[in-house]
């Protein structure tokens, strides 16, 4: 056991950090509102940036255009896009982290040399179309039809929660397409065009403000897709979805967990700067908030311990259903931290833009223990896949 | 004699508010159209005036219903469960206020619901007088703002709120200004030595109380139809406990609020120290509830269709009047403890006699 980098992964950070510095876009990330073009122009116009300078890809292959390094490196370079004040992914993300490494790991060459440059470059944005309205915890339970019509598929049905699904060009569709299957059979993995006709969008809002309008329910009426779409075989949807959950494994959210750390750092200074509740003692010597900062940086340090606990393993091994131990370790102590947050800055909190910009992320904090399946799942994965207790009885 | 029961005719004020809020405030208000606006609750004052909720606790030869201050914390709990205006609580204190203060004329336009009181929330709570910042909520068509300090309560007009400044509000269906304040005592004040601020405190409690106990009941009622494995996900032992646990807190939180206006009416040495202990208990029922119910609603719960944010946003509006739960907590430890020798000496019928 060591933790020490290597010189070259030592070079490697002082690579990364050098260009990330000089080239982190100067402005605020818009946010999702009616004037969701922004969005997409900004996420993928910093996608362009880092393609044309290399950095693209970072945890694909060279061989599909990726930047190809170690895990070990993949690592720095997320804390360093961190510390950099990188913005996140957004738009991006989907085709980077889970549309891209499905369809390296199960694609057709067509299909690969069609889509990965796209992905790569900036040039279209994906959106994942799994969850339904009666198929959120219970996936597999999806209903989304999609019958074979000669060499296309006819899809019918309604999807909902698709994060930017207003402004992407493709879309990981998840339907059944074997009338009457069961679970996790008869699914297929489908790449839908978001321009086909017959589909349908409703923006919805979330709690994080008036115009935040993250995602949106998708209507499918008769919508046509070319067989040669479907990703993997047909009715093999469920194993092809499963087949890039691990593809990072663990280092999807090092960036996530870096700018928390720094959260930590940041609202340890405010304290120390701002008065507290007498107008003349900085906040810090309240006991409780004294004590809260401490957990907080402590498990934020845990975090990170976590995250290198599981890429040291996933560098020998494929990852198992541990990664649940850190998303919901960390889903949770970062909703304490943003509540600390606004708990810190006192009066200020109530306004949405306030210069310390704490209460928006704050009030999105409350997506972590939901999005991306919910505490209560990964406390029923720990339980039952990593400690093999007893499944609770299904009907 | 202990009694901590609802009697019949305090059920009856309630189901009269309840019919009230009910048929003119149901939660259908907030969804965003297709964004969120600000209420329009103060449409609705004047037939709150009407049916007497905003001088309930006033005694009838100074205008007022002539119940007490439990039949107060009664109505703000419903008011918290409706999501109404908070300013509907802080009319109900600024009634008392301008009542001590001596100006009956105010007392009366406001217990009509004609001239709506906005809440103040102080950025130093713990100032002495009366001068300094405020975030006003729902200052729109407010006639006044009503103070809070450790010098008391005190009304302000709106000639007097200087600097006035629009923010984003954390709740789109609540506006937030910023306010100065420059008088050190406005006339119509109350001193903090008069146990007003403890009326104040519990009708704050009541409100948090009642958002605590509508995120337990959407809670309750959503895990019983909603689905997930072929079963109501109530029957998920997570969900289930959660939900008993919401109920554990808004109950705390209900027996604490009432106790302490109990001890309050019967002029216990230990009203002080309820009080605290029962705004420190609602706030916390209130905000984990919240935060749970969000949680049992799955991506439901963290929309802006769903009502279940509101309860979180309304939460961090009433922590804040009239001091926040740090501030609370400060206090509670400062406060004195119930001396165990008065074991409560049938306070209520020495009262009596
Ligand atoms: C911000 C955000 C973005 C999202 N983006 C996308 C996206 O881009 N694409 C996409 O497909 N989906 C997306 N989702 C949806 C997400 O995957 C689902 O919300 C999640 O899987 C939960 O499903 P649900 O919302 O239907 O909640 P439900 O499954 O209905 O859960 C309701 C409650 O029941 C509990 N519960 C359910 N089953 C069990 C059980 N077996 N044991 C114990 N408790 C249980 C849950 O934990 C929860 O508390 C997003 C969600 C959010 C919040």
């Given amino acids: 056991m060591q933790i020490e980098f290597t010189s070259e992964e030592m070079a490697f950070r002082a690579e990364a950090r050098c260009w990330l510095r000089a080239n982190v876009p100067a402005g605020e990330r818009p946010i999702h509102s009616d004037r969701a073009l922004d969005i997409r122009e900004f996420d993928l116009e910093w996608q362009r940036k880092q393609f044309e300078a290399g950095w693209a890809g970072i945890s694909w292959p060279s061989e599909y255009g990726g930047r190809g390094v170690s895990l070990i490196e993949q690592l720095i370079w997320h804390e360093e896009y961190a510390r950099a004040g990188a913005p996140r992914a957004g738009s991006c993300f989907v085709g980077l982290s889970h549309a891209g490494p499905t369809l390296i790991a199960r694609g057709t060459p067509e299909q690969q040399a069609f889509h990965l440059p796209r992905i790569l470059r900036g040039d279209t944005v994906w959106c994942q179309g799994f969850s339904e309205p009666g198929a959120g915890s219970d996936l597999a339970a999806l209903g989304t039809r999609a019958e074979i019509d000669g060499d296309e598929l006819v899809v019918n049905g309604a999807k909902i929660w698709t994060s930017y699904a207003a402004i992407a060009d493709y879309q990981e569709l998840l339907c059944r397409t074997e009338a009457g299957s069961r679970k996790h059979s008869g699914i297929s993995w489908v790449i839908c065009p978001m321009d086909t006709p017959g589909i349908e969008l409703r923006p919805i809002l979330t709690m994080v403000g008036p115009n935040d309008f993250h995602f949106c329910q998708v209507f499918y009426n008769d919508v046509r897709i070319p067989l040669a779409n479907v990703v993997g075989e047909v009715n093999d949807g469920w194993n092809v979805a499963n087949a890039t959950l691990g593809f990072e494994r663990g280092t999807g959210f090092v960036a996530d967990q870096i700018q928390n750390s720094e959260l930590v750092e940041r609202l340890i200074a405010m304290a120390r700067g701002r008065c507290g509740l007498d107008g003349l003692s900085p906040a810090i010597d309240d006991g409780d908030f004294a004590s ?103 009907p | 004699m202990i009694d901590m029961e609802i009697s019949s005719e305090q059920r009856q004020i309630v189901d009269s508010v309840q019919n ?311 206090r509670m430890l400062a406060a004195n403890a119930p001396s165990s020798d008065a074991e409560r000496s049938s306070p209520v019928d020495g009262l009596a006699g």
Avoid at chain 2, 79 to 99: E, K, Q, Y
Avoid at chain 2, 117 to 125: D, E, H, S, Y
Avoid at chain 2, 139 to 167: F, T, V
């Fill in chain 1, 292 to 394: 809260r900062l401490a957990m907080s940086r402590a498990e934020m340090a845990g975090v990170r311990a976590m995250t290198y606990a599981t890429v040291s393993r996933a560098a020998n091994a494929n990852p198992g259903p541990e990664g649940s131990l850190v998303k919901l370790f960390f889903s949770e102590a970062s909703q304490r931290l943003r509540r600390l947050g606004v708990d810190l800055l006192g009066p200020e909190a109530l306004e949405l833009s306030s210069d310390a910009g704490l209460t928006t992320p704050y009030l999105r904090s409350y997506a972590a223990s939901i999005g991306g399946g919910t505490s209560d799942v990964q406390r029923n994965i720990i339980a039952e896949r990593v400690l093999g207790l007893p499944r609770a009885p299904r």
């Fill in chain 2, 20 to 330: 009230l809020l009910a048929d003119a405030l149901p939660y259908d208000r907030f969804v965003p159209r297709p964004t969120p606006v600000p209420n329009a609750d103060r449409a609705v004052f004047t037939q709150f005036g009407e049916l007497g909720v905003f001088g309930l606790g006033l005694a009838e030869a100074s205008g007022g219903v002539g119940y007490s201050l439990v039949e107060e914390v009664l109505v703000a709990r419903e008011c918290g469960r409706f999501l109404v205006s908070p300013a509907v609580v802080a009319t109900m204190i600024g009634v008392h206020v301008a009542h001590f203060a001596g100006d009956r004329s105010h007392a009366e336009a406001m217990m009509r619901g004609g001239t709506p009181v906005a809440p103040a929330l102080a950025f130093a709570p713990a100032a002495t007088h009366f001068a300094g910042k405020y975030h006003l909520a729902d200052a729109e068509g407010a006639e006044w703002a009503l103070l809070w300090s450790e010098g008391g309560l005190a009304l302000a007009h709106r000639d007097s709120w200087h600097g006035a400044q629009n923010m984003d509000s954390i709740d789109s269906t609540l506006t937030l200004t910023r306010v100065a304040v420059k008088d050190i005592m406005p006339p119509l004040r109350v001193p903090a030595a008069n146990g007003l601020w403890r009326r104040a405190q519990l009708l704050v409690s009541a409100y948090l109380t009642g958002l605590a106990e509508a995120a337990l009941d959407d809670s309750v009622g959503y895990a019983k139809v909603r689905e997930q494995f072929q079963q109501p996900i109530g029957a998920f032992q997570a969900v289930k406990h959660r939900c008993a646990d919401m109920l554990t807190r808004a109950s705390v939180a209900w027996n604490s609020t009432i106790f302490a206006a109990l001890t309050d009416q019967a002029e216990g040495p230990d009203a002080d120290f309820q009080a605290i202990a029962a705004k420190i208990l609602a706030s916390d029922a209130a905000f984990r509830n919240a935060a749970v119910n969000i949680q049992n609603h799955g991506a439901y719960g963290f929309t802006g269709e769903h009502h279940a944010h509101l309860f979180v946003k309304r939460a961090h509006f009433l922590d804040r009047f009239g001091g926040d739960a740090t501030y609370q907590k400060r």
